[in-house]
């Protein structure tokens, strides 16, 4: 009697062991992940949103967001708490994307080559691990990471499906002279942001910005849109009236943000 109840007991704890195996294979993990990745023999922490319905039977569209400079350091969440990471935790069901966030060490900026160079090899990451459609890539940043954001899409013009700057700029303030793209410390370039918008070319783009914007003048992004114009860009802007420095806020928050992105693909 006594070898029948453990000969059951056994079994139904193998029976158990097994359901819960196979139910975390058919559950993934989601939400925001921790992820390093080693470049030029430093490690930097990222981190990556994986929507709640994420799975392995298709392919998922994925954002790349740079940060601004009040996020910069090596902890590998402060990068989380402003822009787009924000906007996720307030309305989580709005972003059907893997959201990719590195974050840019203190004292360097988004438009320096190795700062970069982690960025695209945490997306080459995400993208091979959570099975990203190289079709639906898109590129967003604010304030610093706008400038980023310019600077990498003339880098890599046929890259990304969309891009999204806000309270981005080409010429850099004078606080963060450091912060400018490679177009404009190259003194053969008579107009950086004409040359921006001619290497973007046809990819859409979206520009947000306050007009009462203290850091990083308004000015910056109206000239790029002004650009994207005259070189038959596909651009929105919506500026906000009476709005300083944290234009992200309403940015990310615009419903038809995501919508705007998931109607771009590269062909």
């Not at 193998?14 to 992940?33: D, K, V, W, Y």
């Not at 949103?49 to 954002?63: L, S």
């Not at 070319?201 to 650009?227: C, L, N, Q």
Request: charged share 20%; hydrophobic share 40%.
């Amino acid at each position: 009697m006594t070898r029948t109840i453990v000969a059951s007991a056994i079994l139904l704890l193998c029976l158990t062991t097994t359901m819960t195996m196979t139910s975390f294979a058919r559950n993934p993990e989601t939400g925001f992940l921790n992820r390093t990745i080693s470049v030029g023999g430093e490690t930097y922490r990222y981190q990556v949103f994986i929507p709640a319905n994420w799975n392995k039977r298709g392919k998922w569209p994925v954002i790349l967001f740079l940060h601004g400079a009040g996020e910069r350091g090596d902890d590998g969440l402060l990068q989380t708490d402003v822009g787009i990471g924000h906007a996720i935790r307030q309305t989580v069901a709005r972003f059907p994307f893997v959201v990719v966030m590195p974050q840019c060490r203190k004292e360097k900026t988004w438009t320096q080559p190795e700062m970069q160079a982690q960025a695209l090899a945490a997306l080459d990451r995400a993208m091979k691990e959570f099975r990203g459609d190289p079709a639906r890539v898109y590129l967003t940043g604010l304030s610093m990471g706008g400038f980023g954001t310019w600077d990498l899409a003339a880098k890599y013009p046929r890259r990304f499906a969309a891009l999204v700057v806000v309270c981005g700029g080409i010429t850099p303030p004078k606080m963060y002279p450091q912060m400018g793209g490679s177009l404009v410390s190259d003194p053969r370039i008579a107009d950086p942001y004409g040359e921006t918008a001619r290497l973007i070319g046809s990819t859409p783009v979206w520009i947000f910005h306050g007009d009462a914007d203290p850091a990083v003048p308004v000015e910056e992004s109206r000239k790029m849109y002004a650009a994207l114009q005259a070189a038959h860009g596909n651009v929105k802007y919506t500026e906000y009236p009476g709005v300083g420095h944290e234009s992200w806020l309403k940015a990310y928050a615009d419903p038809d943000l995501p919508i705007w992105l998931l109607q771009q693909h590269l062909h």
